[in-house]
């Protein structure tokens, strides 16, 4: 599904990714964990294409991503962090713009049932600026799968929920995307779903844990080892993590 191989990136000399080799399989799904500047958000960004790396290759579903990268795009979706979408478009009129660049026809009905699906049904005539937080969330998952993608990448999808929208969502990707593989960056481990096959923590831009995901409290447990004897700031982004 996805190879990542020797991936590098050092923007203004500072190093961002270094030599990170990943693969991903169909279907499965992956919290990207880290302290904060720890590469998550540039690695999404860099598997989106919307960031060149300085170095090394991604191929998805064997196309390679700075060479064939029209081709692979059709394969994921990506919610990026803190996007900007006009607050005056409608939520239909967001969803038929964004299809169109993909070249997608996208008539009332299609949006209906795009919509049907997010819990979004009743929003489809409101501008953007009429929606809440949780509503805004669900528009942009909206928009990362309206061409049912085989993968996702979701840079922080879960802050600033609610429990009730967080919940909802999480049973819509885990329910309505359980064959679709996702790479979810999030610091919120006490809402990593259940449906979580394997955590990656980044330290630096290095993968410094890939393990299967068992459960929070394993999991903060584990986290606890690796910073047995931390320095100050280890401990208080370790703080920042737990529940």
């Known amino acids: 599904m996805l190879e990542v191989r020797r991936l590098c990136h050092s923007p203004s000399g500072n190093v961002a990714i270094q030599d990170l080799d990943l693969d991903v399989n169909h279907g499965e799904k992956i919290a990207l964990i880290g302290l904060h500047n720890a590469g998550k958000s540039i690695l999404l960004q860099i598997l989106a294409g919307y960031i060149v790396p300085h170095q090394g290759s991604i191929r998805i579903n064997g196309r390679d991503l700075r060479y064939d990268a029209q081709e692979a ?3 994921f979706g990506y919610v990026p962090n803190h ?3 006009n607050a005056e478009w409608k939520v239909e009129e967001t969803f038929q713009m964004f299809a169109s660049v993909r ?4 008539p009332h009905s299609t949006a209906l049932v795009l919509a049907e699906k997010w819990g979004l049904e009743d929003h489809l005539s409101k501008t953007m600026n009429m929606l809440h937080f949780g509503q805004k969330m669900r528009v942009l998952l909206a ?3 309206l061409h049912d993608p085989e993968l996702l990448f979701l840079d922080d999808p879960f802050e600033g929920l609610d429990p009730k929208e967080l919940r ?3 049973d819509i990707l885990g329910r309505v995307f359980s064959k679709s593989s996702m790479i979810i960056a999030t610091n919120k481990i006490e809402s ?4 979580i096959d394997r955590v990656i923590l980044l330290e630096d831009g290095r993968i410094r844990l890939d393990q299967p995901f068992s459960g929070t409290r394993d999991l903060l447990k584990t986290l606890d080892e690796i910073w047995k004897e931390p320095s100050g700031n280890d401990q208080k982004n370790l703080d920042t993590l737990s529940p």
């Open 168 to 170: 909802s969502i999480i």
């Open 143 to 145: 928009l990362a799968t």
């Open 192 to 195: 990593l779903p259940p449906w």
């Open 103 to 106: 070249g997608m026809r996208f």
């Open 83 to 85: 996007p900007t979408i």
């Open 73 to 75: 795009r059709k394969s």
